[in-house]
């Protein structure tokens, strides 16, 4: 069992940056996966960025690829996603996810969910 609790979302301004964190309990953290989803208001929940295992891959979703950056800290059973250059579009609840799988982009592949945390930025 893996529980998420994801923190660091507020309001910014477009162009500037956010970074989120994403807190897990557990001693297993460091043999999941770790992935960022986020949902926009009136939208599907889509995927922004993972992260495997050891932290050695990354992939990411074309819209943030070049301004998120997608890390992680098994020692603190912490995984972040540092944010730039931020957009309107950006706006959305984040969400981090965890599942045993290796650089996963659907939802349906992940096992734990955090709450989510909300990030606005206006123009």
């Known amino acids: 069992q893996v529980q998420l609790v994801e923190s660091g979302g507020g309001l910014v301004q477009a162009g500037g940056s956010l970074r989120l964190s994403c807190a897990a309990s557990?001693?297993?953290?460091?043999?999941?996966?770790m992935g960022w989803f986020r949902q926009a208001p009136g939208k599907e929940r889509e995927f922004v960025a993972t992260i495997e295992a050891s932290g050695s891959s990354t992939y990411y979703a074309d819209s943030v690829k070049g301004r998120f950056t997608i890390s992680r800290d098994n020692a603190k059973n912490t995984v972040y996603l540092e944010m730039n250059s931020l957009k309107p579009e950006d706006t959305a609840v984040y969400y981090c996810?965890?599942?045993?799988?290796?650089?996963?982009?659907?939802?349906?592949?992940?096992?734990?969910w955090g709450p989510g945390t909300q990030d606005t930025v206006s123009s």
């Open positions: 557990g001693r297993t953290f460091s043999r999941y996966a």
């Open positions: 996810a965890a599942g045993r799988v290796f650089l996963a982009t659907t939802g349906g592949s992940y096992d734990y």
